[in-house]
């Protein structure tokens, strides 16, 4: 059936007059009554009984009316929340993203972005990064915020802001942070580094491979609050991201040890398929991750 035969019979039925119908869908009143002639000769009933005030509802007209008054409410309705999402009223936006990023970086954000739009619900998954990957492309998240570089031709990847490692220690190994020790010196300790299935350790240990040393470290753990814990307790020199122990560097609880072979910087970033539309509310929230890395790190 033509949906436009419904509009003019159910506006008819509401206004409970052609000419007000005709003025609501700007058309002529001919045109009104035309489509409730043809949607009566479909039905095989009538559907009005014309008076000289208007019209008025036959018997199978008003069962008519029952299903089709639901039926524009429930359109009505459906409109309506597609409203909602566009203007962030409504909708909820799924994330992935590692323990220490999550805590060290998103969970700020998180906060602010909740006080602006109170009403999108937030959820939040922390796997490694193949683990993130793997959720983008099973379609459970909208979208990851990983360490990069990462390489997929299935993804986008924005940058939202740059880190930059470094390797840490506490009070035994602390003379080491008195000057610049060559690479080959710092590896001849202890080290704590991450597990290799995350994307900060891939990075770390092309670092060692392009300046030609070969490491096994003593400890492998699975977020970097670990490794701070145990450099802290003297088990040995860890590597961790910089800008996430900034208080612990200053107030002396970690002592940083610098390579002549400086770390290369890197970048956190958002990464979301690229056949797959983000919905309005991703959309912003990935926006205020751009803007606020610039005013607030």
Same mark, same amino acid.
Request: proline residues 5%.
């Given at each position: 059936?033509?949906?436009e035969?419904?509009? &003019? +019979? #159910? ?14 869908? !700007?058309?002529? *009143?001919?045109?009104v ?12 009933c009538?559907? %009005?009984?014309?008076t000289s005030?208007?019209v008025?509802?036959?018997p199978?007209?008003e069962?008519? #009316?029952? !299903?089709?008054d639901q039926?524009f409410?429930f ?10 999402v ?7 936006i799924?994330i /992935? ?8 970086y998103?969970?700020p ?21 193949? /683990? ?16 990069l ?17 470094? %390797?840490?220690? $506490? *009070? ?14 710092i ?7 991450l597990?290799k299935? &995350? ?6 240990d092309?670092?060692f491979k392009?300046n030609s040393v ?5 400890f ?6 670990l490794?701070?814990? +145990?450099?802290?307790?003297? +088990? /040995?020199?860890?590597?961790?991201i910089?800008n996430f ?7 002396g609880?970690? %002592?940083?040890v610098?390579?002549i ?7 956190? $970033?958002?990464t979301?398929l690229?056949?797959?539309?983000? &919905? ?10 751009? #803007? +606020?890395?610039?005013t607030? %790190?």
């Amino acid at each position: 059936m033509n949906m436009e035969l419904y509009k &003019s +019979f #159910y506006y008819t039925a509401k206004y409970g007059n052609i000419s007000k119908a005709s003025e609501h869908l !700007y058309i002529t *009143q001919p045109a009104v009554s035309r489509s409730i002639k043809q949607l009566e000769e479909e039905l095989k009933c009538p559907l %009005f009984f014309r008076t000289s005030k208007g019209v008025i509802l036959t018997p199978e007209g008003e069962i008519l #009316y029952q !299903y089709v008054d639901q039926a524009f409410s429930f359109i009505t309705t459906g409109e309506k929340k597609i409203s909602d999402v566009k203007n962030l009223l409504y909708g909820e936006i799924r994330i /992935g993203v590692s323990d220490t990023l999550c805590k060290h970086y998103l969970i700020p954000h998180l906060k602010l972005f909740n006080t602006l739009h109170p009403a999108i619900k937030i959820h939040v998954i922390c796997p490694t990064t193949p /683990g993130i990957i793997n959720l983008l492309k099973s379609g459970k998240i909208d979208f990851g915020i990983i360490n990069l570089p990462y390489n997929d031709e299935q993804l986008n990847f924005k940058s939202i802001m740059e880190v930059q490692d470094c %390797f840490v220690t $506490g *009070q035994k190994y602390k003379s080491l942070s008195r000057k610049a020790q060559p690479l080959s010196t710092i590896i001849q300790h202890p080290l704590l580094l991450l597990e290799k299935n &995350s994307n900060s350790r891939l990075f770390i240990d092309q670092y060692f491979k392009t300046n030609s040393v070969s490491v096994i470290p003593d400890f492998e753990l699975g977020n970097i609050d670990l490794l701070v814990q +145990f450099a802290k307790y003297d +088990f /040995g020199i860890a590597c961790v991201i910089k800008n996430f122990v900034e208080e612990e560097l200053e107030k002396g609880r970690l %002592f940083e040890v610098k390579p002549i072979e400086k770390i290369p910087s890197r970048h956190i $970033g958002v990464t979301w398929l690229k056949n797959v539309p983000l &919905s309005p509310a991703a959309k912003e929230m990935i926006s205020n991750l751009e #803007y +606020f890395e610039t005013t607030e %790190f």
